[in-house]
């Protein structure tokens, strides 16, 4: 099926252990992105990527590592996860568009709760 | 300060009212602005993008102002299902990553 998908859908694991993420985009969307959401925070931005082979840093990316050597794939890794690392993981794409074209918005999957015992 | 800056509400509308939400940035270079909704535990979805013309989409119209860095959104003739946190976006280049505020919950009731 069309669109952007996230795996897993909830994840629990304990302190310490590295867990990944999997974001997975069918429209060769060129950016793509990882932002948390938590209760007085909003959406924050973590690491996000123009295109194959090139990533940069967020708002918050201490603790997180990503990948992008495919267009369509955009693993998040928490290496050692912490607590405070406990949120909702949405994974978005967007296109570039062009100069003629109206500027896009994201499109986001439907995210990954997150819970570090 | 952050960056971009929203009522948290919430706003507790009647049906059939109209409501406006506005949404300040700072970074007066931003290019591209956005209204997504997002409704309970859910990932949040594009409602409009918005032109600096203004645009509308049926009851909803959004309008940007540059010169006192700020966007908004109308929402004309609220149904019960308009009930969701609306949260805006601003972005520095077209399709680059985006700012997003905290978000203003809208309930209507019956």
């Known amino acids: 099926d069309a669109g952007i998908t996230q795996s897993p859908r909830y994840k629990i694991t304990e302190t310490g252990r590295q867990v990944t993420l999997m974001c997975h985009q069918t429209?060769?969307?060129?950016?793509m992105f990882w932002y948390r959401q938590d209760l007085g925070h909003g959406l924050r931005l973590i690491y996000y990527?123009?295109?194959?082979?090139?990533?940069d840093k967020g708002e918050v990316p201490d603790g997180y590592v990503v990948s992008r050597s495919k267009t369509e794939n955009f693993p998040l890794t928490l290496e050692s996860a912490t607590r405070s690392q406990t949120s909702v993981y949405f994974c978005?794409?967007?296109?570039?568009?062009?100069?003629?074209?109206?500027?896009?918005?994201?499109?986001f999957g439907s995210g990954t709760r997150l819970t570090v015992v | 300060r952050k960056e971009v800056e929203q009522d948290p509400g919430p706003f507790n509308v009647p049906e059939g009212a109209t409501v406006a939400f506005n949404c300040t940035y700072s970074?007066?270079?931003?290019?591209?602005f956005f209204w997504y909704r997002q409704d309970c535990r859910k990932e949040p979805k594009l409602l409009m993008s918005?032109?600096?013309s203004g645009n509308e989409d049926g009851r909803f119209t959004a309008q940007l102002n540059r010169a006192s860095q700020y966007i908004s959104l109308l929402i004309r003739d609220s149904k019960l299902s308009d009930s969701a946190t609306y949260l805006c976006?601003?972005?520095?280049?077209?399709?680059?990553?985006?700012?997003f505020g905290d978000g203003t919950t809208l309930t209507v009731k019956p």
């Open positions: 978005a794409s967007s296109d570039l568009g062009t100069a003629s074209k109206a500027p896009y918005g994201y499109t």
């Open positions: 429209w060769s969307h060129s950016y």
């Open positions: 990527s123009a295109a194959a082979d090139i990533t």
């Open positions: 970074n007066s270079a931003s290019q591209s």
């Open positions: 918005v032109y600096s």
């Open positions: 976006a601003v972005t520095y280049t077209n399709a680059g990553k985006s700012t």
